[in-house]
């Protein structure tokens, strides 16, 4: 049988990572999206840019936060959203990444949302179709809307990124989180501190392009932000580190950490948090400094700003 | 012969003075080797010199006459089990301490192989405690890499350095799993910690009760291959270099394994090495028949081995003399050779034991009190070893000359297990000083 393949026809503009961004690209997309800041928080929240245009959430993996977002994005847009778990789909039953994308393609789809437990599924999946495709995380690679997201609250908190020093804290190795915020913030100008223990710390860190730490309370001195990354339970079991206590007590951030950065740092953290593994439970809550809700708050208008910029490629 | 016992004063805010005068002052570290005069106060080295004193020296002043005998900085043993907690039948931290003065021994590391396990910051405050009332030196202690030692899940290492631990081991119980040994080399390594290895591929030792070779073929017993020791010493600086973490071979018995460490050295990665007397000492000859006081682990080795392990003092390779200090009771060994007890006592040995090596010309006295002194220090990252102004005054005065016999049930261990009973030596410790007082004298 003769192997099948789809052929490209037109010039689909994808958001797999980052990387490919320029400061432009970030910048307009950023502009865009303040815009739809406050249209969110108005009673009316629909648009029709998007309006016959269908967007699909396909998630290989469990996801709350990013998952709405992006359903919402596409319902106040004005698209039709349909979310399709692996729990509940043909992936239980063997078919293979690309069989599933061929699938879905031949729906004829405006818009693939993958989240993918794997390194470089997303753009495997992008190859072989032909709609525009958004990474919402492939394995330990990239989330680019979540650095996308953090910029944006960063931006209206600070009024800049360029100069601002920024740490990020945690587990770095398995960080698609670090990866795009990394490359995002370099490129807008920030000064990046990684820090994790040399466990949970990637070969060659530097090359990353960020300051590379192993002491918590030396890569936050005079942060303007300080960005936690969730750890997860299973790193314990497989001997990344020893305990949540000695995370804790080393790399956790209380307030005794925190007072090493400058006086208006702001907290930072994807979501969803740990409390009392990677994050003190007081700080998490303090508005005065943790910005987490005003994070997710972001997600939306950024991810609609996204979607309008691709629709006008499609 | 006697000896006399003091319990130090750990008393850091004493001015109590005390003149060491007419001592051949040996600092291993710098070179620096005089007939002189030496001055503590509190616990602190004050002052020392060929002649620090002007005429008489002040009533408040105790002075001590060394009669021209060899005043080194405190002797280290960075490989000892005193068995408490858990075994105290064995030896304590009372007994253990005691042998280690009489030996001329200032600071001992324990292994962590007590019951419970040192993997746990309650159990590393109740040695500091226990240490602190009942120890007649200083007493340092290793913590485990994984809890209980199962070489399963790394333990809180960060914690446990911040109560006191000065490193990290799953001691006689090797970690086999190369992933968690690459975790724990670079745990530690930022911890600024050293992970020490009894080097022992478990597999390749099969249950075996000595060296592998034509003895244990003639005495029909289960053998340890060499290659046990190198194959995971040879991994573990491969992981060394992996993780740029601080590596340690605990008592190298093995040619091919000081081969591999010397390599490592010359690569530059930061692999350190120690050997225990009774491997430069004795061959598995020893054993001759059956003699479980000959049993240890790493077993005693060929002559070519022990030849190697006294080229590796020489040339540095080897960076410490540590005894192993394990002691059992008698029923421990009075059984067949593969039921006994590894393990030998070896604090009030390893002074007379080594001394032979310069008696006998094979290495000059500032390498081999190197070896014993700011040497072992390092490795463990302590601030001893060393004299030197300021430095915490711990001391041991050393007749190098006068002959005597090996007796162990003389042994102020608990324990009696040494085959170097009757052994004719020569040089032993003569005086302890621990922080500034006197903890040990020997008339």
Known sequence: ?314 | MKQTFNLPTRADNTTKKTAYINARILDPETGLDIQGQLLTIGNKIADFGEKIFDGKISEEIEIIDCKGHLLTPGLLDIQVHFREPGQEYKETIETGTRSAAAGGVTSVVCMPNTKPVIDEVAVVEFLNQRARKTGFINVYSYGAISKGMKGEALTEMGLLKEAGVVGFTDDGLPVMNALLMRRALAYARELDMVVAQHAEDLNLSAGGCMNEGEVSARLGLAGIPNASEAVIVERDIILAELTGGKYHVLHISTAEAVDAVRRAKKKGLRVTAEAAPHHFCLNDEAIGEYRTFCKMNPPLRAEKDRIAIIEGLKDGTIDAIATDHAPHDEESKRVPMSQAAFGIVGLETMLPLSLELYHNKTMNLRDLFAAMTYKPADIINIPAGRIKKGAIADLTLIDLDVEWEIQPDDFMSKSHNSPFDNWKTRGRAIMTVVGGDVVYRCE
Do not use: W
């Open chain 1, 1 to 314: 049988m003769p192997k099948t393949t789809i052929k490209t026809s037109r010039a689909y503009e994808h958001l797999l990572g980052i990387e490919n961004l320029s400061v432009e690209n970030i910048t307009a997309i950023l502009d865009l999206a303040e815009g739809y800041i406050e249209k969110n928080r108005q009673v009316d929240k629909k648009h029709v840019i998007l309006k016959g245009r269908t967007l699909i959430n396909l998630f290989f993996e469990n996801s709350t936060r990013t998952r709405m977002s992006f359903e919402l994005a596409g319902k106040r847009l004005g698209a039709d959203v349909i979310n399709m778990s692996v729990a509940s789909s043909s992936v239980k039953k063997g078919e293979t990444l690309i069989d599933t994308a061929m699938t879905i393609n031949a729906m004829h789809p405006d818009f693939i949302v993958v989240r993918h437990p794997e390194s470089g599924a997303v753009h495997l999946l992008s190859h072989k179709v032909n709609c525009a495709v958004i990474n919402a995380g492939d394995g330990s690679h990239e989330h680019p809307t979540q650095a996308l997201l953090d910029a944006l609250t960063i931006r209206r908190k600070k009024g800049r990124i360029a100069g601002l020093k920024v740490a990020i804290c945690g587990d770095i190795i398995h960080s698609r989180v670090a990866r795009s915020n990394i490359l995002l913030l370099k490129k807008m100008g920030a000064e990046v501190n990684i820090v994790a223990p040399a466990t949970l710390m990637p070969p060659r860190p530097e090359k990353l392009g960020a300051k590379v730490f192993y002491n918590m309370r030396e890569a936050i001195k005079d942060c303007d932000i300080i960005m936690m990354l969730r750890i997860q339970m299973e790193r314990m079991e497989s001997n990344f580190i020893p305990s949540v206590r000695e995370y804790f007590h080393f790399y956790g951030l209380d307030e005794s950490k925190l007072s090493l950065a400058k006086p208006d740092a702001l907290i930072m953290h994807p979501g969803p948090i740990n409390r009392g593994v990677e994050i003190d439970t007081r700080l998490a809550d303090d508005l005065n400094r943790s910005v987490i809700l005003e994070q997710v708050e972001m997600g939306v208008a950024v991810r609609q700003a996204v979607l309008e910029i691709l629709s006008k490629k499609l």
